[in-house]
């Protein structure tokens, strides 16, 4: 496979995902933490390797969270 039309591949690809990004911006989400808790927010926006991610709007299932 040519340097070039890996390069294409790369661009279309990368093209899709922040259309995807953009498209769920304000969304309602729900979280699964590790603990067992659900947390619902709205997304605002991610990085690039959806390491790290901000919401607003955080509310809880419930008011006891294990620590």
């Not at 991610?46 to 620590?67: A, E, G, H, K, N």
């Amino acid at each position: 496979m040519s340097v070039e039309l890996q390069q294409k591949q790369r661009t279309f690809l990368r093209e899709r995902f922040l259309r995807l990004l953009a498209s769920i911006r304000d969304q309602r989400a729900q979280f699964s933490l590790v603990n067992g808790n659900t947390v619902f927010a709205r997304f605002c926006v991610s990085d690039l390797d959806i390491l790290q991610f901000q919401v607003v709007m955080i509310t809880l299932t419930s008011l006891f969270l294990y620590c």
